[in-house]
């Protein structure tokens, strides 16, 4: 079991990694300043808590935990503010107070939802996140937490930053496969934005990873929350370098928002997004040499490389011009420099990336 500490000051935080992680909730708790005796509120989704809430209670209840939990639906129509207002009810109803803490049990949606519960509730109580999915090593580190709203993604929002993030990999057994590879996607992502050792480590260990070796796979998740870690201490509030973790998400979000948020899950709408980025590097000489790479790990780990679908190059400009990083209608894009680096560039012309979105599907020309 590894600790890493992200450093934020009177915020700063531990992230426990490792096999059985769990087993030891009730102590890290304690260290982390939640003392026993106060009530936890354990919030998970219908998936996840058949696997993990009777024994993650059980655990909590056992270390003096005065327990109760909540079951929201499986999948992001959770983020809503409809089912935000029932954890509210249910909070007040159980008599949370503001030394009570929220626990979030699950993946990115019940961190987000939970989070951002705890963010408001009362101005804010303690939050605990228990990932339980690959993808949550990202979403687990940062403090940002959010519900949606009809018109747009997590657009109802906070920054509350955890007081503990315990990640036992022993839970990421039962995932289905493509749950899998889309949290890779952002492992890779955090190899090639920081870190080419990383990357190569990835490249060589890509079997062994995908059969959940333990120690592998906590190696892995330090690796990248490390680099999670770094960037957010320096940058909590998305001022200038935190940018950077957006690689290939300006692209995968015009993916995600054009097929309806179905049909690509959030990894493969960055894995593909992420080698648009590198061609788009390339076709402005700002980068040699890597789309071919980048292709390649992805490939490693299950993930597509150009879209299933057709997608039209305006609507997803539109889109791309519209995302929330953009600044006054201009195409900002996160682009590599080699492998392990980036750099944020902030006035883009609008025919190179047409001319990448054009050859991006599958079906297309390669
Ligand atoms: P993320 O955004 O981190 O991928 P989600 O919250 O969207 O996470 O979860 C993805 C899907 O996987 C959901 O359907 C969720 O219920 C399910 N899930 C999460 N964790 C596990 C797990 N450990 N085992 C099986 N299914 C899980
Ligand atoms: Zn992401």
Redesign the pocket.
């Known amino acids: 079991m590894k600790c890493l500490t992200v450093e934020l000051g009177e915020r700063s935080y531990p992230i426990w990694i490792g096999p059985g992680v769990r087993q030891k909730l009730a102590d890290l708790l304690q260290q982390a300043g939640i003392a026993p005796g106060r009530k936890l509120f354990v919030v998970t ?4 808590a058949p ?2 809430l009777e024994d993650t209670v059980q655990l909590l209840t056992e270390g003096g935990y005065a327990v109760h939990h909540f079951i929201v639906p ?3 129509e959770a983020k809503s503010l409809a089912i935000y207002e029932q954890i509210m009810t249910e909070a007040l109803t159980i008599g949370l107070d503001r030394k009570s803490a929220f626990l979030a049990l ?5 961190g987000d939802l939970t989070g951002f519960a705890a963010a408001t509730y009362m101005r804010g109580v303690a939050f605990v996140q228990v990932p ?2 690959l ?2 090593h990202d ?1 687990s580190v940062g403090g940002k937490v959010a519900v949606n709203h009809p018109l747009g993604k997590n657009i109802i929002g906070a920054f509350h930053q955890p007081k503990l993030v315990a990640y036992d990999t022993n ?2 057994t ?3 496969p493509r ?1 899998v590879a ?2 890779f996607a952002e492992v890779i992502k955090h190899g090639l934005i920081w870190d080419a050792s990383f990357v190569t480590w990835l490249e060589e260990n890509a079997d062994g990873l995908q059969a959940f070796d333990h120690e592998l796979l906590q190696a892995a998740l330090l690796r990248a929350c490390s680099v999670k870690v770094a960037v957010v201490s320096q940058d909590e509030r998305e001022q200038g370098l935190r940018a950077i973790l957006n690689l290939g998400h300006t692209f995968g979000h015009a993916f995600e928002a054009l097929t309806g948020y179905k049909g690509i899950n ?1 990894g493969e709408a960055v894995a593909i997004g992420m080698v648009a980025a590198a061609r788009l590097a390339e076709r402005l000489g700002l980068a040699e040499n890597i789309s071919e790479r980048t292709v390649r790990v992805l490939r490693q780990y299950r993930l597509p490389v150009a879209l299933p679908v057709p997608l039209d190059v305006d609507e997803m400009l539109d889109v791309m011009r519209r995302d929330k990083k953009g600044e006054g209608g201009k195409l900002v894009f996160v682009l590599p420099t080699a492998i392990g680096k980036v750099d944020i560039y902030k006035n883009i012309e609008e025919e190179p990336v047409r001319a990448v979105l054009a050859e991006l599907y599958e079906g297309g020309e390669a």
């Open positions: 989704d219908q998936n996840i696997l993990y499986a999948g992001e699950g993946g990115g949606v019940v339980t999915t993808l949550a979403s839970a990421l039962t995932l289905p749950e889309s949290g959030h």
